[in-house]
Every structure is written in C-alpha cells, then in structure tokens.
C-alpha cells in the first residue's frame, strides 16, 4: 500500500486515562475506497480508538493523520469540513420529521444553512430532489413522506445513512451499525452498506462477525488497546492468537 492509497493514518496512538492505557500505540491504515473494519474483544479500546479518530477525544500521545494531513489537534467540526463524518453525529433523525424532511435537514447542514430559521419551509424545496436520490440509494423511497417514530429499526439505520451521506462524506466512521438487529434487518444493513461503499472509504467498529465477512476488505483486531492482527478476514480469522482471543480455544473464529 503506497501512501495515495491511504486516506487514514495513525502513528503510535496512545489514549490513558488515569494510568489504564485503553489504546496503546496503534498504527492503523485504512486504504482509499475500502471497507476497514475494527473489531475484538469487550474492552480491547475499539470505541476509545473511534472517539480519537473522530476527535471526541484527545490522544494522550501519537499522531492522526487524514489525507496526509495532521489533524491530530484538530476538532470535530473541522475534521467534519474535511470530510470524515461519523454516523451518529450528524444522524438528523428526528421522530416527528418525515423521512423526507430528515434527510434535507442533514443536507441543509451541508449548505451551511441550518441555522436559518425565519426562512420559509419552501426556501427548501430545491434539496428534494438530492433528498429523494439519497432514499433511493438506502433503499427507503417508499418511506418518503412517512413519519420517522414509525419506521422498523433497521429502516431508521438506514436513514440514518442517508443523512450520512447528505454530508457528502470521502470517510464514514460507522459505530456498531448492525447493534441490536434482528437477522432480516441485519442483512438489509450490511448489504445497504456494502452498496453505498462503491466509490467511498468506510471505517466501521462491528461485533458482528458475519457482517465482517461477508464485506470488509480488510480488518484490524484490537486486544488490550494494541493491534493483535491485521488483514482480510480469512486469514484474521483463522489467526490461533484472535481464535485465543475471542474464544479462549482453538476454533476457527465464525461467531
């Protein structure tokens, strides 16, 4: 991997809180237009890793860098302008909203607009024809006009990717985007995910393991807050130092 291939790079990321080192000098690379995903144990520092990543918390010491550019000091709302967006910080789900007016809020955000509020409701019609692209492309179309409290679990999800993609992202961080799914909703998600990653990068933290395999390109595994391993599943999940750890045997990791 040559270094215009990476669009995501730390070097010796460390995170301590009070003596615990919950992320111990990692080096992650995630490569242009691929999906990466972070996965391991309870406690191995993959959400403490996300926070650091997309700035929610500061390192203790070590370097981020996005584009080759250090933004290690950097804020949240100045890594958003560069184009890493997280899911959930800008998931502009509201329940009384339709599903429509949820995703034009989130592309209003991205005109810089949002804080217009004498403007008329109509002062937004031009954003429904982006809005109506980015339902079709979630798969949500015939939900347009339907109040959000109502939607299935999974729908939400869903809208909840389309508001990411509202913000126009060259880097989605998404947390645990499958937490808490039943099986049908599980690979209506993965398989939304998959589909929205062509021409996109996508960092995703997931414990389900079927989910990994089935679409990540490639996979770091976190224990105790260092990297255990690293590459394509097959090879990550048939590594005896992952089966240890997330086993405590030596089965093929498949769960």
């Not at 913000?167 to 690979?187: A, I, K, W, Y």
Request: with cysteine; glycine share 8%; charged share 20%.
């Amino acid at each position: 991997m040559n270094s215009h291939d990476v669009i995501l790079n730390t070097q010796e990321l460390t995170k301590s809180f009070k003596g615990f080192t919950a992320v111990d000098n990692v080096n992650l690379s995630v490569e242009r237009g691929s999906i990466h995903a972070l996965i391991g144990p309870n406690g191995a520092g993959k959400t403490t890793c996300f926070n650091l990543l997309t700035k929610f918390l500061s390192p203790s010491s070590g370097k981020i860098f996005f584009n080759g550019l250090d933004i290690t000091n950097e804020k949240p709302a100045q890594i958003a302008r560069r184009g890493v967006i997280r899911s959930f910080q800008i998931s502009a789900v509201f329940p009384h909203l339709t599903v429509l007016e949820n995703v034009r809020v989130a592309l209003q955000r991205g005109l810089g607009t949002e804080f217009h509020f004498w403007k008329p409701e109509s002062s937004l019609n031009v954003l429904n024809e982006r809005a109506e692209e980015l339902l079709v492309e979630v798969g949500l179309e015939k939900f347009t006009n339907e109040e959000t409290l109502n939607l299935a679990y999974g729908r939400k999800r869903a809208l909840e990717i389309a508001t990411t993609l509202a913000m126009e992202p060259e880097l989605m961080l998404l947390d645990e985007p499958t937490q808490g799914m039943g099986h049908e909703d599980v690979e209506r998600v993965t398989e939304l995910i998959d589909r929205v990653a062509k021409g996109r990068t996508i960092l995703m933290v997931e414990h389900n393991m079927n989910v990994i395999a089935s679409i990540a390109d490639r996979i770091t595994v976190l224990q105790r807050g260092s990297i255990l391993a690293e590459g394509p599943y097959k090879e990550v999940s048939n590594n005896p130092a992952v089966i240890e750890a997330y086993m405590g045997s030596h089965t093929e990791v498949t769960v």
